[in-house]
């Protein structure tokens, strides 16, 4: 059963298009991840889901509209939440759990985000990634059906941010759904069933990530650093290329590298090193939001030879 749908939802800010015509759905126990560049329309689709926006089009949680919905099943954590800064991380739980029936018990869900070293410090004298895990927990403070989050993870440290990837998959498994924004690729590939990508407030892509990475992320590539003859690129079997001693091949099997660079060798070429690299959702973005691959990568390229002058 879909808990979330829309269907040609559209907002416009006076001339600004900031959605136009998103349909989608998010199923029950589902982690949806909608990414997007800067200004696509993110925020600005989280507010129509949770009906803190007008928009042109219909919006359904559970069966009904996002202003009839009884605010114990829904847990939003906006991108711009500013709780109360003279509270303690364990007080601003309680405050917000005073809201709901039945919260949580406010030292489960600091210790669930990883705060209750800090449980007794007030929120403004936490860490940035620190104020960001107890606005997590502010969110999950009703044990909601549906967890809304705008960039939950934004300023957290790499091991916290694996932390709430954890978190979120075990409320999923028990049966929440989690519409989550972000702008880390490897959080939505990780975590999410399903990713939007939004641009210029159109959903521009829309399915799995291994999906998405198939359709659009483009070539695996093996980039082999040496010596080697002109002709080389004439005696290897996959499409390759050579430039300032790198040979380029495409779509290699990682199962042939080995043979590859034993041939190469044989036929006079000294081989110093290997790099094989996998396409991956960062690279589906770059190419549906036109920074294509081989842009991404020459950049790297480029920001490499610096470094090492
Ligand atoms: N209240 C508003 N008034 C006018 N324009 C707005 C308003 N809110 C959003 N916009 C515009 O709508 C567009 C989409 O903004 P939105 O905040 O939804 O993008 P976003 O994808 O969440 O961006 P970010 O990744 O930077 O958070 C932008 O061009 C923005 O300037």
Same mark, same amino acid.
């Given at each position: 059963?879909? /808990?979330?749908?829309?269907?040609?939802?559209?907002?416009? =800010?006076? #001339?600004? !298009?900031?959605?136009?015509?998103?349909?989608?759905?998010?199923?029950? @126990?589902?982690?949806?991840?909608?990414?997007?560049?800067?200004?696509?329309?993110?925020?600005?689709?989280?507010?129509?889901?949770?009906?803190?926006?007008? /928009?042109?089009?219909?919006?359904? +949680?559970?069966?009904?509209?996002?202003?009839?919905?009884?605010?114990?099943?829904?847990?939003?954590?906006?991108?711009?939440?500013?709780?109360?800064?003279?509270?303690?991380?364990?007080?601003?739980?309680? =405050? &917000?759990?005073?809201?709901?029936?039945?919260?949580?018990?406010? *030292?489960?869900?600091?210790?669930?985000?990883?705060?209750?070293?800090?449980?007794?410090?007030?929120?403004?004298?936490?860490? @940035?990634?620190?104020?960001?895990?107890?606005?997590?927990?502010?969110?999950?403070?009703?044990?909601?059906?549906?967890? !809304? /989050? *705008?960039?939950?993870?934004?300023?957290?440290?790499?091991?916290?941010?694996? %932390?709430?990837?954890?978190?979120?998959?075990?409320?999923?498994?028990?049966?929440?759904?989690? &519409?989550?924004?972000?702008? =880390?690729?490897?959080?939505?590939?990780?975590?999410?069933?399903?990713?939007?990508?939004?641009?210029?407030?159109?959903?521009?892509?829309?399915?799995?990530?291994?999906?998405?990475?198939?359709?659009?992320?483009?070539?695996?590539?093996?980039?082999?650093?040496?010596?080697?003859?002109?002709?080389?690129?004439?005696?290897?079997? =996959?499409?390759?290329? +050579?430039?300032?001693? %790198?040979?380029? +091949?495409?779509?290699?099997?990682?199962?042939?590298?080995?043979?590859?660079?034993?041939?190469?060798?044989?036929? @006079?070429?000294?081989? #110093?090193?290997?790099?094989?690299?996998?396409?991956?959702?960062? *690279?589906?973005?770059?190419? +549906?939001?036109? %920074?294509?691959?081989?842009?991404?990568?020459?950049?790297?390229?480029?920001?490499?030879?610096?470094?090492?002058?």
């Amino acid at each position: 059963m879909a /808990v979330l749908v829309a269907d040609d939802v559209s907002r416009r =800010y006076g #001339d600004t !298009v900031a959605l136009d015509g998103v349909s989608l759905d998010v199923s029950e @126990g589902e982690i949806f991840g909608l990414v997007g560049p800067n200004g696509a329309g993110k925020t600005t689709l989280v507010r129509a889901l949770t009906g803190t926006t007008e /928009v042109d089009g219909h919006v359904e +949680l559970f069966g009904t509209s996002p202003q009839s919905v009884d605010g114990e099943r829904i847990g939003l954590l906006p991108q711009d939440f500013d709780p109360p800064e003279r509270l303690t991380a364990r007080e601003l739980l309680a =405050y &917000f759990g005073g809201l709901y029936d039945d919260p949580e018990p406010a *030292d489960a869900l600091l210790e669930a985000v990883g705060m209750e070293a800090n449980a007794d410090t007030y929120y403004e004298n936490l860490s @940035g990634g620190q104020q960001r895990r107890t606005c997590v927990a502010t969110a999950l403070v009703n044990d909601p059906e549906l967890l !809304v /989050v *705008d960039e939950p993870t934004t300023g957290i440290d790499p091991a916290g941010r694996r %932390q709430l990837w954890q978190l979120l998959e075990e409320l999923a498994a028990d049966g929440t759904t989690i &519409f989550i924004t972000t702008h =880390y690729m490897e959080e939505a590939e990780e975590l999410a069933d399903r990713v939007g990508l939004l641009a210029n407030g159109e959903l521009v892509a829309l399915d799995t990530p291994s999906a998405l990475i198939e359709t659009y992320g483009g070539d695996s590539l093996l980039y082999i650093d040496g010596e080697f003859e002109d002709d080389v690129t004439g005696r290897v079997e =996959y499409e390759c290329s +050579l430039a300032d001693g %790198q040979l380029t +091949l495409r779509n290699v099997p990682p199962e042939d590298i080995g043979r590859i660079v034993t041939e190469a060798e044989a036929a @006079g070429a000294t081989v #110093d090193s290997l790099t094989w690299t996998d396409p991956d959702l960062e *690279d589906v973005y770059l190419e +549906l939001t036109d %920074q294509n691959v081989t842009e991404r990568r020459s950049v790297e390229a480029a920001a490499a030879e610096v470094t090492s002058q």
